[in-house]
T-cell receptor, first 112, second 112 residues
């Protein structure tokens, strides 16, 4: 089955700096890659997703890049703010599959 | 607002007891999922259902069972709870597998 690895597991950045989280996936047939943000004590919520026919997608300070050849995708947060502090999860889904496989999560702390 | 609601929010139970976690949704989605969240392991899929007659095992279904009582209701049962089932459990819904998943607030289960 699909395996998704996420790095780093924790990330501490200074407010205003950029944060990058990287995920690798095992199944080359995967074609959908969402990112979820989970604030402390809250439920995960989708922040951005990308499909395999696109190499990059941006939404304000958040961007995701996909490298299908290397089977990895990354989340980039620019100009980080304290409210970006949360756990971030990547996930992948195979084209013919019915379920998402999640990475282990990255705890991001933005220091003021 | 349409939502995904889990009950109870917190539960402490003893080893060997049977316990049911309930999920209801007003989003009108056919697809419902149960996930388990453990630190460092991300979200792992326990069971999923695409309609009331369709139940599928996920990655970690051993020790769990589910019931899809209606389009809006999906329950997770632990037949005989054990301490390593202590975790945060999330129900989720989606329109399709490659669209946004909407999570409930979570149920924190402790088995002593």
């Amino acid at each position: 089955g699909e395996n998704v690895e996420q790095h780093p597991s924790t990330l501490s950045v200074q407010e205003g700096d950029s944060a990058v989280i990287k995920c690798t996936y095992s199944d080359s047939a995967s074609n959908y890659f969402p990112w979820y943000k989970q604030e402390l004590g809250k439920r995960p919520q989708l922040i951005i997703d990308i499909r395999s026919n696109v190499g990059e997608k941006k939404d304000q300070r958040i961007a995701v890049t996909l490298n299908k050849t290397a089977k990895h995708f990354s989340l980039h947060i620019t100009e980080t703010q304290p409210e970006d502090s949360a756990v971030y999860f990547c996930a992948a889904k195979k084209a013919a599959g019915n379920k998402l496989t999640f990475g282990g999560g990255t705890r991001v702390l933005v220091k003021p | 607002d349409a939502d995904v609601t889990q009950t109870p929010r917190n539960r402490i139970t003893k080893t060997g007891k049977r316990i049911m976690l309930e999920c209801s949704q007003t989003k009108g989605h056919d697809r419902m999922y149960w996930y388990r969240q453990d630190p460092g392991l991300g979200l792992r899929l326990i069971y999923y259902s695409f309609d009331v007659k369709d139940i599928n095992k996920g990655e970690i279904s051993d020790g769990y069972s589910v019931s899809r009582q209606a389009q809006a209701k999906f329950s997770l049962s632990l037949e005989s709870a054990i301490p390593n089932q202590t975790a945060l459990y999330f129900c989720a819904t989606s329109v399709a597998s490659n669209t946004e998943a909407f999570f409930g607030q979570g149920t924190r289960l402790t088995v002593v």
